[in-house]
T-cell receptor, first 116, second 115 residues
Framework: DARVTQTPRHKVTEMGQEVTMRCQPILGHNTVFWYRQTMMQGLELLAYFRNRAPLDDSGMPKDRFSAEMPDATLATLKIQPSEPRDSAVYFC??????????????FGPGTRLTVL | EDKVVQSPLSLVVHEGDTVTLNCSYEVTNFRSLLWYKQEKKAPTFLFMLTSSGIEKKSGRLSSILDKKELFSILNITATQTGDSAVYLCAVEAESRGSTLGRLYFGRGTQLTVWP
């Protein structure tokens, strides 16, 4: 049963610390998405990659956030330095092709981040 | 400013009822509209709609898009307690200065189905 995996599932850290979240997309999927969900803002798309290349990261605060795909089996989202307003659930999703041409995105279980 | 508005915000029904969830949008250069179901975990994909008037159906769920009036509805017939979830609508629009799309989410409709 193929699924997207994310680690860690929960992270509590102090303001100013670096946070790294990892995602393993479903094998064979060539598109990876990072989302953030909060009660205030709802679900937001932060960035997405196709064939490991960043396609759109205009939803991501550039000064502290960075997203990479070092290889086809790993996507990372880093926050440095973290701030309390970054507290949210961060979802990774993978799919085939991309927005507008894929009809399925598979979501990971999410990383619940709390920044104190 | 681009936006996606869902209504109602919450809905409580009894098993067997039929519900209609609404999603209206205002975006520049619309590409597609997507529906997701989110229970106490990650969203799961339901439908992607790109053309007006063509109904997409999956079991008791169906959805249709009206690109002239800028809205979509999601229908659930013969509801079951397992349908209780937040239903999210998202609209893909062209991104300024890019050929790639941006995805805008509504706040969701919380559906509760009582036995």
């Amino acid at each position: 049963d193929a699924r997207v995996t994310q680690t860690p599932r929960h992270k509590v850290t102090e303001m100013g610390q670096e946070v790294t979240m990892r995602c393993q997309p479903i094998l064979g999927h060539n598109t990876v998405f990072w989302y953030r969900q909060t009660m205030m803002q709802g679900l937001e798309l932060l960035a997405y990659f196709r064939n490991r290349a960043p396609l759109d990261d205009s939803g991501m605060p550039k000064d502290r956030f960075s997203a990479e795909m070092p290889d086809a089996t790993l996507a990372t989202l880093k926050i440095q330095p973290s701030e309390p307003r970054d507290s949210a659930v961060y979802f990774c999703a993978s799919g085939l092709r991309g927005l507008g041409s894929t009809d399925t995105q598979y979501f990971g279980p999410g990383t619940r981040l709390t920044v104190l | 400013e681009d936006k996606v508005v869902q209504s109602p915000l919450s809905l409580v029904v009894h098993e067997g009822d039929t519900v209609t969830l609404n999603c209206s949008y205002e975006v520049t250069n619309f590409r597609s509209l997507l529906w997701y179901k989110q229970e106490k975990k990650a969203p799961t994909f339901l439908f992607m709609l790109t053309s007006s008037g063509i109904e997409k159906k999956s079991g008791r769920l169906s959805s249709i898009l009206d690109k002239k009036e800028l809205f979509s509805i999601l229908n659930i017939t013969a509801t079951q307690t397992g349908d209780s979830a937040v239903y999210l609508c998202a609209v893909e629009a062209e991104s300024r200065g890019s050929t790639l799309g941006r995805l805008y989410f509504g706040r969701g409709t919380q559906l509760t189905v009582w036995p």
